[in-house]
């Protein structure tokens, strides 16, 4: 079955760097698009970035243009998210989800991966 | 992009109808039918339940429908089930190729 496995979480000093991964399986990975979307403790969902299925697009919420890169190896069936000179604000539960091409809803999720930034 | 505006809690009585409401702008709700839907269990993943609009994935019941007026948005559960308490949150293709999320109401069922 469709399964979406984040990792690499964990307490990171602000300013500090993390990458996190997503581990697909149980579909053929290259022929979807990929997105990281976000939950801050007592907050809601916000979307964070996307990429398409061959890696050639990708697009940035404000709140993290500049600092994080999405991307992918499609060889590895595995999605990333690498995030640089992190904030307090970046604290969240980070959860990858799937979409197919030409559609613009997130249609299987994954369980999460916990950031805390904190000194 | 500000969120799309939800309220943050409502509750129903097994058996009965509840409506979700999910305003937005002219920047997202209200030029793109493209409004989804998602049930989220805390420490779960979150799950699609509607999708451009009205849309039903294959599984999810038929007792949840969508709708859209203008810039706000809506999400029906009739016949309330126990196992329909959950957070719901709405969520609007937006301009310049970004994705906005509604705040998240708890639906508490009596």
């Known amino acids: 079955q469709v399964q979406l496995v984040e990792s690499g979480g964990g307490v990171v000093q602000p300013g500090r760097s993390l990458r996190l991964s997503c581990a697909a399986s149980g579909f053929t990975f290259f022929t979807y698009g990929m997105h990281w979307v976000r939950q801050a403790p007592g907050k809601g969902l916000e979307w964070v970035a996307l990429?398409?299925?061959?890696?050639?697009?990708?697009n940035y919420a404000d709140s993290v243009k500049g600092r994080f890169t999405i991307s992918r190896d499609n060889s590895r069936n595995t999605l990333y998210l690498q995030m640089n000179s992190l904030r307090a604000e970046d604290t969240a539960v980070y959860y990858c989800?799937?979409?197919?091409?030409?559609?613009?809803?997130?249609?299987?999720w994954g369980q999460g991966t916990l950031v805390t930034v904190s000194s | 992009q500000s969120a799309l505006t939800q309220p943050a809690s409502v509750s129903g009585s097994p058996g009965q109808s509840i409506t979700i409401s999910c305003t937005g702008t002219?920047?997202?709700?209200?030029?793109?039918?493209?409004v989804s839907w998602y049930q989220h269990h805390p420490g779960e993943a979150p799950k699609l339940m509607i999708y451009?609009?009205?849309k039903r994935p294959s599984g999810v019941s038929n007792r949840f429908s969508g709708s859209k007026s203008g810039n706000t948005a809506s999400l029906t559960i009739s016949g309330l089930q126990a196992e329909d308490e959950a957070d719901y949150y709405c969520?609007?293709?937006?301009?310049?190729?970004?994705?906005?999320f509604g705040g998240g109401t708890k639906l508490t069922v009596l």
């Open positions: 451009e609009g009205s």
């Open positions: 969520c609007s293709y937006a301009d310049s190729g970004t994705w906005v």
């Open positions: 990429i398409w299925n061959d890696g050639t697009n990708e």
């Open positions: 002219s920047s997202d709700v209200g030029t793109y039918n493209l």
């Open positions: 989800a799937r979409f197919p091409g030409g559609t613009y809803h997130f249609e299987y």
